[in-house]
């Protein structure tokens, strides 16, 4: 698992463009990363939508939870205005619509959010919508919800699963080994990545990925770590500060 991590797109390239639109995506890969990560939520008829927040109000022209809603309501919000007005025209993109935006081989971190809102059905809605893309593209379904993980596992057991976490674990490769799913990547804010952490993962056969890391000096450590993957919001001063190491 060595070598230069790769470089994941946190909701896009969304320092330069509004958080998980095609409009972040579509940059991010333009800035020269290996793919990206965006959040998942279930809408009120059953269809997956990109969005960060369980409701609307922060980042969109609407207000409430994003489940009350339908998919036609949400594509009639703007996802972008919020951001700048040259960005007014992006909605609240579908899952279905945004794998077709990569190119084949690029990794796409699918982030299911369930909770506070709850989503019945979530884990095999997504292991359902990613299966036909499973080949064309690197996918990886995480969450911080390590039950919906092993609800997509039953689903399409094919799929890579990664397991976020934000607190300080006891024994992080100990608890992954007693999940009743296979793990292929521990997804990990960037302050608690450690060498030793990665040797242990490494050793379970299981990848590392950092969240979310924009500064110099916070990239650099990571490397100097091994770890696999950096979830940055900028993905293109990362992709430059990399180049000029090798
Ligand atoms: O997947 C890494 C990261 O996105 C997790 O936190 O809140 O930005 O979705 P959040
Ligand atoms: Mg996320």
């Given at each position: 698992m060595a070598g230069r991590p790769s470089i994941v797109a946190h909701r896009g390239a969304s320092a330069d463009a509004p958080e998980n639109t095609r409009a972040a995506f579509l940059l991010a890969m333009e800035q020269?990363?290996?793919?990206?990560?965006?959040?998942?939520?279930?809408?009120?008829?059953?269809?997956?939508?990109?969005?960060h927040d369980h409701v609307l109000d922060r980042t969109t022209t609407g207000t409430g939870l994003v489940g009350s809603k339908t998919m036609a309501e949400l594509a009639g919000l703007s996802a972008g205005a919020w951001f700048s007005s040259r960005h007014a025209g992006e909605t609240v993109p579908e899952l279905a619509d945004v794998l077709s935006l990569f190119p084949a081989?690029?990794?796409?971190?699918?982030?299911?959010?369930?909770?506070?809102?709850?989503?019945?059905?979530?884990?095999?809605?997504?292991?359902?919508?990613?299966?036909?893309?499973?080949?064309?593209?690197?996918?990886?379904?995480?969450?911080?919800?390590?039950?919906v993980l092993e609800e997509v596992h039953r689903r399409e057991p094919d799929l890579c699963l990664g397991l976020l976490y934000e607190a300080v674990l006891y024994d992080p490769v100990g608890y992954l080994r007693r999940l009743p799913y296979p793990?292929?990547?521990?997804?990990?804010?960037?302050?608690?990545?450690?060498?030793?952490?990665?040797?242990?993962?490494?050793?379970?056969?299981?990848?590392?990925?950092?969240?979310?890391?924009?500064?110099?000096?916070?990239?650099r450590r990571l490397v100097a770590c091994g770890a696999d993957g950096i979830i940055t919001n900028a993905p293109g001063a990362v992709v430059r500060l990399l180049r000029a190491e090798v």
């Open positions: 020269g990363a290996d793919g990206v990560e965006l959040d998942v939520h279930l809408t009120a008829d059953g269809r997956l939508c990109v969005i081989g690029a990794v796409v971190n699918v982030e299911i959010k369930n909770g506070p809102v709850w989503y019945d059905g979530i884990g095999s809605a997504v292991a359902e919508r990613l299966s036909p893309w499973k080949h064309k593209l690197s996918l990886i379904v995480s969450s911080f919800d390590h039950k793990v292929g990547s521990l997804h990990v804010w960037h302050h608690l990545v450690t060498s030793e952490l990665v040797h242990a993962a490494h050793a379970a056969g299981v990848k590392v990925l950092a969240y979310t890391a924009d500064r110099e000096e916070d990239v």
